[in-house]
């Protein structure tokens, strides 16, 4: 802030900077004002857990007795326990079913829906209404859709001669059950958000490559796609971050199971830490779970911000 | 998902420190009248529990009691945090598997100068019962009830089968050929062509009523009885070591996985696997099963979905060494924490005396802890045609009770999963036994 202000040696320059000053601080203390309350609750419900949860990782605790100190035990024992391995590989395992076939769905559906379609904005209704919808019971009524004896799927699946599997318990199908489920959630505020980053293009971009006779693909590839890549940059980073979270659907659905199949991070820090109390142990997993998402964030900020445009004007 | 999350974030942090600031307890004091918190996880047990609390709110109009319901599986996890957040409910059903851990932290009251200073008379518990609850002369609960496991069956299923309910006594099994037990289930499961189990064409890929149902999270309500029957003990001694890995107890894994995969007489696992599985009374109701293992307080809930003397119960069948059966009761418990000492006292003793015991007994719901009341019970069952003396029978016969271990949460978790791969077929009983035994044992200190 202050590099901006350029010093002028009369006394009438000294005026105008201070005056200058004086509105800078009233409108960055209002600015603190109106942000107060989202700090306030920022910082209480957010950085002081994170700062807790860190704390409590160095102990050991079963959230009743008395906590004891143990150092960096938590984060050896983690390191050396193959079930937290499996869970990091479920948790990236969901990530990787999960992100490209959202995204790409969602691309699909937001390009389809930027055209003036009948109907169109009832779709986008549609489209998003899974995501207006409570996960859980998202989830008891998918696990009924997927019952392997009374669940439509199967009973179509019959109907052709397919005898379908045991999809949440079988350990092959498991996760990927519970991906397309959340797939089919999430899509629709994907592409909510893309089809306003389409919506933000200009026309004349469009219309100037016409007149210089690209095809369809070609304004795909060198308009459309680099300047979607705002929006492109904001939902893969906010749905990566939510899918290396995904912990109701698994909870609902199959309970980390059969077997381990669905043991995704969060799970297992829930499990250690509210089945077996294991409050310090699961602190170091839920450290281990933000470095995770932490070191993901960072690649993709990187990647995309060399490649970024902000100004279409 | 990344709002969603904030958002639930945000909720649990906001819970969490109000929790911690023992805030939000709900249990405070409005107009003089006290409202105290009763956690339990049986919603079968709740409406005559519910109505029994209502004449104790009539005979102390300033205390209100506000009853909160949770599954088996999210109590324990729920009532843990509480305790840990000092938010825990004024007075709660207490197991003898997360007893000694409670006992441990002092989230319990001892009740034993409150019994001295009431005169409370604590003989007309069953001692059995009473005796588990003492430490060091220290009383952390009164005995809320007592339950051994059965056989539930749907009258019509065995009128079909040209079974009659004598037919079920007497069976036996064994681990090499399943015995007349096994022969018995089999004539209770039919395919959709008509076919029973022990007929030729029998189609085991579409059947549409098998013999038997079973859904257990621990064990109790299934593996745990075979094992007693085939001479397992789980446990080298009370508190000791598991000792799944015995063949006895292997034994009795493979017998519950046979019937479901090699004998094809019990509802597969996709369908009854806890804790998504729809609960027995539903299964046997629906008439998915003839008959279905499960435990007393399970009456009211099949009585519901098979009225008008649409089941019976028989004893379980006999195994290699004998019958037997898993003997359990709860107590209830006040909150060490509670800011009503005193209330939560008096909901107690309303809870653990004659007269809301016999109503809770009258209305069927459970085996009263109070055993001159048992009869109370029994008749009301006989009044609507079921007997039900079987499972009395089976208390004074061979019991085993609930494993006493301090790995009870380990055991828990582990075993939901291990054994839902073995009802599946995905893991063979020798090695889940092995695992079990492994991993309950790696959490005893």
Same mark, same amino acid.
Request: glycine share 8%; with cysteine; charged share 15%.
């Given at each position: 802030?202050?590099?901006?202000?350029?010093?002028?040696?009369?006394?009438?320059?000294?005026?105008?900077?201070?005056?200058?000053?004086?509105?800078?601080?009233?409108?960055?203390?209002?600015?603190?004002?109106?942000?107060?309350?989202?700090?306030?609750?920022?910082?209480?419900?957010?950085?002081?857990?994170?700062?807790?949860?860190?704390?409590?990782?160095?102990?050991?605790?079963?959230?009743?007795? &008395?906590?004891?100190?143990?150092?960096?035990?938590?984060?050896?024992?983690?390191?050396?326990?193959?079930?937290?391995?499996?869970?990091?590989?479920?948790?990236?395992?969901?990530?990787?079913?999960?992100?490209?076939?959202?995204?790409?769905?969602?691309?699909?559906?937001?390009?389809?829906?930027?055209?003036? +379609?009948?109907?169109?904005?009832?779709?986008?209704?549609?489209?998003?209404?899974?995501?207006?919808?409570?996960?859980?019971?998202?989830?008891?009524?998918?696990?009924?859709?997927?019952?392997?004896?009374?669940?439509?799927?199967?009973?179509?699946?019959?109907?052709?001669?397919?005898?379908?599997?045991?999809?949440?318990?079988?350990?092959?199908?498991?996760?990927?059950?519970?991906?397309?489920?959340?797939? %089919?959630?999430?899509?629709?505020?994907?592409?909510?958000?893309?089809?306003?980053?389409?919506?933000?293009?200009?026309?004349?971009? #469009?219309?100037?490559?016409?007149? *210089?006779?690209?095809?369809?693909?070609?304004?795909?590839?060198?308009?459309?796609?680099?300047?979607?890549?705002?929006?492109?940059?904001?939902?893969?980073?906010?749905?990566?971050?939510?899918?290396?979270?995904?912990?109701?659907?698994?909870?609902?659905?199959?309970?980390?199971?059969?077997?381990?199949?669905?043991?995704?991070?969060?799970?297992?820090?829930?499990?250690?830490?509210?089945?077996?109390?294991?409050?310090?142990?699961?602190?170091?997993?839920?450290?281990?779970?933000?470095?995770?998402?932490?070191?993901?964030?960072?690649?993709?900020?990187?990647?995309?911000?060399?490649?970024?445009?902000?100004?279409?004007? | 998902?990344?709002?969603?999350?904030?958002?639930?974030?945000?909720?649990?942090?906001?819970?969490?420190?109000?929790?911690?600031?023992?805030?939000?307890?709900?249990?405070?004091?409005?107009?003089?009248?006290?409202?105290?918190? #009763?956690?339990?996880? *049986?919603?079968?047990?709740?409406?005559?529990?519910?109505?029994?609390?209502?004449?104790?709110?009539?005979?102390?109009?300033?205390?209100?009691?506000? +009853?909160?319901?949770?599954?088996?599986?999210?109590?324990?996890?729920?009532?843990?945090?509480?305790?840990?957040?000092?938010?825990?409910?004024?007075?709660?059903?207490?197991?003898?598997?997360?007893?000694?851990?409670?006992?441990?932290?002092?989230?319990?009251?001892?009740? &034993?100068?409150?019994?001295?200073?009431?005169?409370?008379?604590?003989? +007309?518990?069953?001692?059995?019962?009473?005796?588990?609850?003492?430490?060091?002369?220290?009383? #952390?609960?009164?005995?809320?009830?007592?339950?051994t496991i059965g056989l539930f069956y749907s009258t019509k299923a065995l009128k079909e089968a040209g079974?009659?309910? &004598?037919?079920? *006594?007497?069976?036996?099994?064994?681990?090499?050929?399943?015995?007349?037990?096994?022969?018995?289930?089999?004539?209770?499961?039919?395919?959709?062509?008509?076919?029973?189990?022990?007929?030729?064409?029998?189609?085991?890929?579409?059947?549409?009523?098998?013999?038997?149902?079973?859904?257990?999270?621990?064990?109790?309500?299934?593996?745990? !009885?075979?094992?007693?029957?085939?001479?397992?003990?789980?446990?080298?001694?009370?508190?000791?070591?598991?000792?799944?890995?015995?063949?006895?107890?292997?034994?009795?894994?493979?017998?519950?996985?046979?019937?479901?995969? $090699?004998?094809?007489?019990?509802?597969?696992?996709?369908?009854?696997?806890?804790?998504?599985?729809?609960?027995?009374?539903?299964?046997?109701?629906?008439?998915?099963?003839?008959?279905?293992?499960?435990?007393?307080?399970?009456?009211?809930?099949?009585?519901?979905?098979?009225?008008?003397?649409?089941?019976?119960? &028989?004893?379980?069948?006999?195994?290699?060494?004998?019958?037997?059966?898993?003997?359990?009761?709860?107590?209830?418990?006040?909150?060490?924490?509670?800011?009503?000492?005193?209330?939560?006292?008096?909901?107690?003793?309303?809870?653990?005396?004659?007269?809301?015991?016999?109503?809770?007994?009258?209305?069927?719901?459970? %085996?009263?802890?109070?055993?001159?009341? !048992?009869?109370?019970?029994?008749?009301?069952?006989?009044?609507?045609?079921?007997?039900?003396?079987?499972?009395?029978?089976?208390?004074?016969?061979?019991?085993?009770?609930?494993?006493?271990?301090?790995?009870?949460?380990?055991?828990?978790? $582990?075993?939901?999963?291990?054994?839902?791969?073995?009802?599946?077929?995905?893991?063979?009983?020798?090695?889940?036994?092995?695992?079990?035994?492994?991993?309950? !044992?790696?959490?005893?200190?």
């Amino acid at each position: 802030m202050i590099d901006n202000i350029t010093y002028d040696r009369s006394v009438q320059g000294h005026r105008r900077v201070e005056r200058r000053l004086a509105a800078r601080v009233r409108a960055v203390a209002e600015a603190y004002a109106l942000l107060a309350p989202s700090l306030v609750g920022f910082l209480l419900f957010l950085v002081a857990p994170i700062f807790g949860v860190a704390a409590l990782s160095l102990f050991d605790w079963n959230l009743m007795g &008395a906590p004891s100190f143990v150092g960096l035990d938590n984060y050896r024992e983690l390191a050396a326990d193959p079930e937290v391995w499996r869970a990091v590989l479920n948790t990236i395992y969901y990530v990787v079913l999960n992100i490209p076939a959202q995204t790409v769905l969602a691309l699909l559906l937001a390009l389809a829906l930027n055209r003036r +379609i009948r109907g169109g904005k009832v779709l986008r209704v549609v489209f998003v209404l899974p995501w207006m919808a409570m996960p859980v019971a998202l989830g008891i009524i998918w696990s009924w859709v997927f019952d392997p004896r009374y669940g439509v799927v199967n009973q179509a699946l019959g109907m052709v001669g397919i005898d379908g599997p045991n999809w949440l318990t079988d350990p092959a199908w498991a996760m990927p059950v519970i991906a397309s489920v959340n797939v %089919w959630q999430y899509t629709g505020y994907t592409m909510l958000i893309l089809l306003a980053g389409l919506q933000a293009i200009p026309h004349t971009l #469009y219309e100037a490559a016409a007149i *210089d006779g690209t095809t369809p693909m070609q304004r795909f590839f060198m308009i459309t796609l680099p300047l979607l890549r705002p929006s492109l940059f904001f939902v893969l980073v906010t749905n990566t971050i939510g899918s290396f979270q995904i912990f109701d659907t698994v909870f609902v659905m199959t309970q980390g199971g059969p077997g381990g199949a669905t043991d995704v991070l969060n799970f297992h820090i829930y499990q250690q830490g509210f089945q077996l109390f294991r409050s310090g142990y699961a602190s170091a997993l839920a450290m281990v779970l933000f470095a995770l998402i932490l070191l993901v964030t960072a690649a993709q900020f990187l990647y995309f911000r060399k490649r970024t445009v902000y100004d279409f004007s | 998902m990344s709002r969603k999350i904030a958002v639930s974030a945000v909720a649990a942090a906001a819970l969490l420190s109000l929790a911690a600031c023992g805030g939000g307890d709900g249990s405070d004091s409005t107009g003089g009248a006290v409202t105290l918190r #009763y956690a339990m996880w *049986d919603e079968v047990q709740k409406p005559p529990i519910e109505q029994s609390i209502r004449e104790f709110e009539k005979a102390h109009p300033t205390i209100k009691v506000q +009853i909160e319901l949770n599954n088996w599986n999210d109590y324990w996890s729920k009532l843990q945090t509480q305790l840990a957040g000092r938010s825990a409910p004024d007075v709660f059903w207490d197991h003898v598997s997360y007893f000694p851990k409670f006992s441990k932290e002092g989230v319990l009251t001892d009740l &034993a100068p409150l019994i001295a200073q009431d005169k409370v008379d604590t003989s +007309i518990y069953d001692a059995k019962l009473a005796e588990g609850w003492k430490v060091d002369g220290k009383v #952390y609960g009164l005995p809320k009830d007592w339950d051994t496991i059965g056989l539930f069956y749907s009258t019509k299923a065995l009128k079909e089968a040209g079974l009659t309910p &004598a037919d079920l *006594d007497g069976l036996t099994w064994n681990p090499a050929d399943g015995g007349t037990f096994v022969k018995a289930l089999q004539k209770l499961t039919v395919d959709e062509n008509g076919k029973h189990a022990d007929e030729p064409g029998f189609d085991p890929k579409k059947v549409k009523q098998y013999g038997l149902a079973m859904q257990a999270p621990t064990g109790q309500q299934d593996w745990w !009885n075979f094992a007693l029957q085939n001479g397992c003990t789980l446990q080298d001694k009370p508190w000791g070591r598991w000792t799944i890995d015995q063949p006895a107890c292997v034994q009795a894994i493979q017998f519950v996985q046979d019937l479901r995969l $090699k004998y094809h007489v019990a509802v597969p696992a996709t369908v009854t696997n806890p804790p998504n599985g729809p609960s027995l009374d539903q299964v046997v109701g629906r008439g998915e099963a003839a008959a279905a293992m499960d435990g007393s307080w399970m009456l009211r809930a099949f009585d519901t979905a098979l009225p008008g003397g649409g089941f019976g119960v &028989a004893d379980l069948p006999a195994g290699p060494i004998g019958k037997g059966s898993v003997y359990n009761g709860l107590t209830e418990a006040v909150y060490a924490g509670t800011k009503h000492p005193k209330e939560a006292w008096e909901l107690l003793k309303w809870l653990t005396s004659e007269r809301h015991q016999k109503a809770v007994a009258q209305a069927g719901a459970v %085996w009263p802890g109070i055993p001159s009341l !048992n009869d109370v019970f029994a008749d009301a069952w006989k009044a609507k045609g079921v007997d039900v003396t079987g499972f009395k029978k089976a208390a004074e016969g061979t019991t085993m009770g609930y494993p006493l271990t301090e790995a009870a949460d380990v055991y828990n978790v $582990k075993a939901l999963d291990i054994f839902n791969q073995v009802w599946l077929g995905q893991l063979s009983p020798q090695n889940a036994a092995q695992k079990i035994t492994t991993e309950a !044992n790696a959490a005893i200190k």
